[in-house]
Structure formats: structure tokens, C-alpha cells
């Protein structure tokens, strides 16, 4: 098996003054390539922090992070946009989409900082919000769309620069039940494709459709 | 490599129609500034040349005159006029004086057999024609010999010839003056020059035109009896050579009056070099309250940008989270605020510009606009939206992308 995640002793402490709060007190895990992982904890427990981290959106304070070949904790931050734009596709819980663009925009702006031609950017968004059912939606504003259609741009929008990794943090968290569903077996489908997939879930129907769930309680994980 | 210019003109363009009012807003101070600077400077330019004209149809800038300084209060000791003897005297110690024309007026009617007009009869010498570069345009003007014999010839104005002889030909028939009886020898050019500041007659000459002339000694000798002359009129050879020849002039005259202030000395030139020191003073002073209003506007695109960036956090969070660069973000804020000045310029010079067709129209004033103008002002509004725009790009740039994303 080939490992894409590693990580070892990552604390995250967050400054507030005099209070600092640890909201990850050392976690270390590997995730194999192709597998599908879910991060569950109560609430407050950390799983968003090291999202961000995993996802590259923020740095450890202390500890080492591998992402393939690249030791990303050693990296510069001005290095991370093109880790972010190249390996890593991240899905929110609150979709994140860009308003004022019509979607199929919001699914070429990873595509644009990536320097892509105005061309090859259209047909590509084009095909990949097809492939999440949305190829009729193109024109429209994430404002005229359903939640669940919303999350599926925002899939989209992780998928088309075919990232490393794929992460969500609560994708159906604020999605009702069927939506919710539909979100899931897309993650399924695109794990059954091959693609590596971390989701942090409350949800356990969810965990059962992962390969295997780490489990994190007050900042370390636990299981 | 960042994202290309023409990407972030699309981003910035796009911003700027979906916020056009707050858009517009912004740029009012540009707007307003390169609005005013447009229509005042091209009507300070549209003065000056007006005026310059009006003195260059008056006898150019090496004009030198000389009148009663009526400021002057002295004993009474020393005359306050010329005499004709004098004034010979004084061309003598002038050789560098290219014309030199003392002139004495007198009013009165001019009589042809049943009709008369009132007006100014002038006693001039033939360099008259030369400082004034105006002479007749039929018959001939007053000659060295007219004033040697005293001759009792006039030189009319067109005005007077049309009033008092209608279209027959007036040379060689005999007016009345005074009671003198001078032969008419010449008839003036007629003077025009538009007045465009459209008060009273469209003509500001006109009042050339209801003149006439006899010889200086043939007034001081056999019209008015007096040998009093007020005022003198020379001419340098060029008007670089008038300030020198006006002070010569103003020694020659201290002098024969014994050191007393009794005559005035206007130089063409000089006054030309003072209403040109006087824009220059007025551009620098506009110029400065141009920098000031500037500096506002920037100050209040600052504020603007900062809060537009403000709300626009989770956006630049969105950004960096699907691989931006901070250098892409700069761009992006720095190109829209740059944009938005442009546009403003561009706004405000075509505003300008309809102001003055409008306000043009309805004076007729000449208002001079220099394409200079234009590309000054649209490159200063740009300069202003570089400036103003740098920090508020900077705090984009710097914004860590997980607290920019929690930003509600
Ligand atoms: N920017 C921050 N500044 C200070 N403290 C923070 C910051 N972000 C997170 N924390 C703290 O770190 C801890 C972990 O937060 P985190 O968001 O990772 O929890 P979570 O497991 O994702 O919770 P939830 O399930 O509610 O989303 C919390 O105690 C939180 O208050
Ligand atoms: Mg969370």
C-alpha cells in the first residue's frame, strides 16, 4: 500500500492572549491511498483544526506533516497556495461557493489560479459539473440552487484540478436527510473511482460506509 | 506566476458592475476633481488668451505708454503734460525706441455740411500707424510733412465716414472741426474683434472706429491753442527690448521733472509677463487644492476599499482555500481600485468636457482644453487609485485563509 497522509506529534495551540487553548495535543496517523477515513469527536474535540492542517489551509504549531513525497510542515506558507490548488480538493459544511459567480465560474477558479486558458477551463467545469448531475445548472447563481446542489458545485469545485486528496469537513451538515444521502454516495462513488477521502462526520451511517473512522476526543485521537 | 491582468480587469470589472452604486460613490472625489480641474484650467487658459489677443490687436507686446500718474500729489511745481517741444527732446534720447507717437485729444463735432458726429479727434504723429498697426485703408495716412506745415487734414474713422458721408467718397471734401476747416486725406481700417464676453456691442473696437486724426502740431497749434500733450506712445524694437526701453524712459522722465513721480509707464510686455504670473499663481494655487481634494478622495477610497475587503473576507477566504496566491489577491484589490479611479477619471473628464460645451455655448467664451489635460488627469486618478489602493490590497493579501473562512 502506498501511504499519501502522514502525520506525527501535531499540536495546533491557538493564542488568545494570555490563554492558549490546545485544540490538538499531539495526533499522529497515516492514511493510505484509496482509502476512505472518517474523523469523528464530539464537538470542540479538534477534527475541523486538523482538517485545516491536513488540508493545508493552516500550519501545526509543533509536529511533522507528509503529504506523499513533501514534507509540508517544513514548507513555506507562500508554498501552500499551490499545494492547496494542486492536491487538495476541500468540501465545507457551509458549501463556500462564491455568490456572485454563476457556478460554472465557481468551479473554474481553481482552474484560473492554476493558469489554465479561459478555453480548456470552461470545458473541463463543464464535464465535471456533469459528472455531479448539474450539467443543465451551468448559467445559474449558487443563490437559485438547492443545498444539496450547492454541495455538489462545491464537490465539483474540489474535483476539477483531480486533486491528492479529497476533505470534507461536515459535508452534510447542513443538508436534510435525502441530500444528505445523495452527498454520501457521491463521496462513495468517487472512492470506489480511486479517490483518497477524508470526511468528518457526527453522523455514523457515515463511518460505516468508510473503511475505517479515527476517533477524536479533546484533541488527541483516541481509537 | 499570478493569475493575468486581463483575469484580474474581468475581476475587477465584474466587482465594479455588481456594486455600482457603492462604485460610484467611491470615485465622487475623483470624479469631482477631474471634473473641476478640466473646466478650470481650460477657462484660466480661455482668459489668458483672450487677454493676450486683446493686447496683441492693440499694438503688441513691445507697446510702451505713457500717462499722468493720477496717484501723483505733489506741489503743483512741475508740469504734469508735455509740450510738443519736449517730446522731440525726449525722441532724441530715445534712438533704440523703434516708433515713438505722443498723442493729445480733443472732443468735439466733427460738421459735414448738415450732419455732425460727436466724438475724440486725436493729434498723432505718423508712427501712429505703426505702434497701433493700424493706418488707413483708402486716401493715406498723416505724413512727417502734415505735421512740419501744420496742415489742416483729418484722417477719419470708418464709423464717422459712414455717418457723415454715407457711401460717397469722402477724400478731398472738407469737414469742420472746432471751427476749423481740415480736408479729409485718409479713412481708417475698420477694427473689429469679437467680444466674447456678449456685454453691450459685439464689437470690443468699436470705439477705434468712431475716431479720428489730425497732425499733433496742427491740434496743438491751430485747434486747441495749447501746447499741453498727455500721453506718449513708443515701441521697442522687440518685446524682450520693451522693459529696458521702459526704464530708460522713466529716468529721461524723473529727470526733466526733477525726480518727481508725475508720469505712469505701462509696458506691454510687462503686463503680459504679470497676467502670465498671475495664472501661474492661480495654477499653482488650484494646483494645490487639486492635490488636497485628491488627497481626500484617496483617503476616502482607502476607507472604502477597507471596508469593501472587510466584507469581502470570506471571498478571499474562498480564494485561498482553492489556491490563490496572496499575490493573486493583491492584484486582484490593487487592478480593482485602480479600475475604479480609471473609471472615475474617465467619468470626470467627459464631465468636464460637457461643461464646458455647455457653458461655451451659452457665454461664447473660448475655453481652451489641451489633450495634456486629459492624460494628466486620468493618469492622476490612476495614481491615486495605485496609492490608495495599496493598502487595503495588502490587508487582502495578508489574510489567513481558516479565519478568513469563519468570517460571518
Ligand atoms: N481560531 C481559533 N482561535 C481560538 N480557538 C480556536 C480557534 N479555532 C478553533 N478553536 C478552538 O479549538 C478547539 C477545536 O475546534 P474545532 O473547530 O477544531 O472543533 P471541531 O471538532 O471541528 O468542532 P465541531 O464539531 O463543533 O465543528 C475548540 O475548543 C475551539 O474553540
Ligand atoms: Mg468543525
Known amino acids: ?223 | 506566476m499570478a493569475i493575468s491582468l486581463k483575469e484580474s480587469i474581468q475581476v475587477g470589472l465584474s466587482d465594479f458592475w455588481s456594486r455600482k452604486i457603492r462604485s460610484l460613490v467611491t470615485v465622487l472625489g475623483i470624479v469631482l476633481g477631474t471634473m473641476s480641474v478640466i473646466v478650470v484650467l481650460a477657462m484660466v487658459n480661455g482668459i489668458n488668451q483672450q487677454t493676450l489677443s486683446w493686447m496683441m490687436e492693440r499694438g503688441g507686446l513691445a507697446k510702451i505708454t505713457v500717462h499722468r500718474n493720477w496717484e501723483y500729489d505733489g506741489d503743483g511745481n512741475e508740469r504734469d503734460y508735455f509740450t510738443l517741444k519736449e517730446l522731440f527732446h525726449i525722441r532724441e534720447l530715445l534712438p533704440e525706441a523703434q516708433f515713438f507717437n505722443p498723442e493729445t485729444n480733443d472732443w468735439g463735432r466733427i460738421t459735414y455740411k448738415d450732419k455732425f458726429y460727436r466724438n475724440r479727434v486725436q493729434g498723432v504723429v505718423p508712427d501712429y500707424q505703426y505702434i497701433e498697426e493700424w493706418t488707413a485703408d483708402r486716401g493715406r495716412f498723416i505724413s512727417e510733412f502734415d505735421i512740419d506745415q501744420n496742415n489742416d487734414v483729418i484722417v477719419i474713422g470708418s464709423t464717422i465716414k459712414n455717418e457723415l458721408f454715407a457711401n460717397n467718397d469722402p477724400i478731398g471734401e472738407f469737414v469742420t472741426f472746432n471751427n476749423r476747416r481740415l480736408k479729409v486725406i485718409g479713412v481708417m481700417k475698420h477694427r473689429y474683434l469679437k467680444n466674447n464676453f456678449n456685454v453691450g456691442n459685439d464689437n470690443s473696437l468699436d470705439y477705434l472706429n468712431r475716431r479720428s486724426f489730425v497732425p499733433i502740431s496742427t491740434m496743438v497749434n491751430k485747434i486747441t491753442g495749447k501746447d499741453v500733450i498727455n500721453s506718449l506712445t513708443l515701441k521697442a524694437k522687440s518685446p524682450e527690448a520693451a522693459p529696458d526701453l521702459a526704464d530708460k524712459l522713466e529716468n529721461i522722465l524723473l529727470n526733466i521733472r526733477h525726480g518727481e513721480n508725475i508720469f505712469n509707464i505701462e509696458s506691454a510686455q510687462e503686463e503680459a509677463q504679470e497676467i502670465e504670473r498671475n495664472a501661474q499663481t492661480f495654477r499653482m494655487v488650484f494646483f494645490l487644492i487639486s492635490i488636497i481634494s485628491l488627497l481626500v478622495a484617496g483617503i476616502v477610497i482607502i476607507n472604502i476599499m477597507l471596508a469593501t475587503i472587510q466584507e469581502r473576507t470570506r471571498e478571499i477566504g474562498i480564494r485561498l482555500a482553492v489556491g490563490a496566491r496572496r499575490f493573486d489577491l493583491f492584484i486582484q484589490f490593487l487592478v480593482q481600485t485602480i479600475l475604479v479611479t480609471f473609471i472615475g477619471g474617465v467619468i470626470g473628464v467627459a464631465t468636464g468636457f460637457s461643461i464646458l460645451n455647455i457653458v461655451s455655448r451659452y457665454l461664447e467664451f473660448q475655453l481652451i482644453a489641451y489633450p495634456g489635460m486629459v492624460i494628466a488627469a486620468i493618469a492622476v486618478s490612476v495614481g491615486v487609485g495605485f496609492l490608495s489602493g495599496i493598502i487595503p490590497a495588502i490587508k487582502a493579501a495578508n489574510l489567513n485563509p481558516v479565519t478568513a473562512l469563519r468570517y460571518e
Not at chain 1, 513525497?69 to 501552500?80: G, H
Not at chain 1, 464537490?155 to 436527510?177: C, F, H, K, S, W
Open chain 1, 1 to 223: 500500500m502506498e501511504t499519501v497522509i502522514r502525520f506525527e506529534n501535531i499540536v495546533k495551540e491557538y493564542n488568545m492572549g494570555k490563554i492558549s487553548v490546545q485544540a490538538l495535543r499531539g495526533v499522529t496517523a497515516e492514511i493510505q491511498k484509496g482509502e476512505f477515513v472518517a474523523i469523528m469527536g464530539p464537538s470542540g474535540s479538534g477534527k475541523s483544526t486538523l482538517m485545516h492542517i491536513l488540508g493545508c489551509l493552516d500550519t501545526a504549531t509543533t509536529g511533522s506533516y507528509w503529504l506523499e513525497d513533501q514534507e509540508i510542515s517544513k514548507m513555506k506558507k507562500s508554498k501552500l497556495s499551490a499545494i492547496r490548488n494542486h492536491k487538495i480538493g476541500f468540501v465545507f459544511q457551509t458549501f463556500n461557493l462564491l455568490p456572485h459567480l454563476n457556478i460554472r465560474r465557481n468551479v473554474e477558479l481553481p482552474l484560473m489560479y492554476s493558469g489554465m486558458s479561459a478555453a480548456k477551463r470552461k470545458v473541463l467545469a463543464e464535464k465535471v459539473l456533469a459528472d455531479v448531475g448539474l450539467a443543465d445548472r451551468l448559467k445559474h447563481k449558487p443563490s437559485e440552487l438547492s443545498g444539496g446542489q450547492r454541495q455538489r458545485v462545491a464537490i465539483a469545485r474540489a474535483l476539477v484540478n483531480t486533486p491528492t486528496i479529497l476533505l470534507a469537513d461536515e459535508p452534510t451538515g447542513n443538508l436534510d436527510t435525502n441530500s444528505g444521502n445523495d452527498i454520501l454516495s457521491i463521496f462513495s462513488d468517487l472512492n470506489r473511482k480511486g479517490h483518497t477521502i477524508i470526511i468528518v462526520t457526527h453522523d455514523s451511517a457515515v463511518s460505516e460506509r468508510a473503511d475505517r473512522s479515527i476517533k477524536i476526543i479533546d484533541g488527541l485521537i483516541v481509537e
